[in-house]
């Protein structure tokens, strides 16, 4: 089993900047990916940024230069860095971890329980 605890979210005013923290603790796996994702209300959830354990990244068009997602490995925490923040990035933010086998096929994947990210406009 995988806990993910999130932190950092909040109430911030358009054009601001947030940092959200995830930390995993248990059974993960050396060969991982970490993401976060976003669900609005009325809306499905959607991927925002992810990172893999060997740090490849992969981010969602519509943060593309204003979100930046990093990791430390040696700490098992995930970190998105969110900067010129508008009102349409306000939904609850879940982190998320896959353990990847070594053959590269997916393992389970794990969820935290969000964190909410309210921006006014």
């Known amino acids: 089993q995988v806990q993910l605890v999130e932190s950092g979210g909040g109430l911030v005013q358009a054009g601001g900047s947030l940092r959200l923290s995830c930390a995993a603790s248990g059974s993960i796996f050396s060969i991982n990916a970490m993401g976060w994702y976003r669900q609005a209300p009325g809306k499905q959830r959607e991927l925002v940024a992810a990172i893999t354990s060997g740090g490849s990244t992969n981010y969602a068009d519509s943060v593309k230069g204003r979100f930046t997602i990093s990791r430390d490995n040696g700490k098992n925490t995930v970190y998105l860095q969110m900067n010129s923040l508008k009102h349409e990035d306000t939904a609850v933010y879940y982190c998320?971890?896959?353990?990847?086998?070594?053959?590269?096929?997916?393992?389970?994947?794990?969820w935290g329980q969000g964190t909410q990210v309210t921006v006014s406009s």
């Open positions: 998320n971890l896959k353990n990847i086998w070594r053959d590269g096929v997916a393992g389970l994947l794990y």
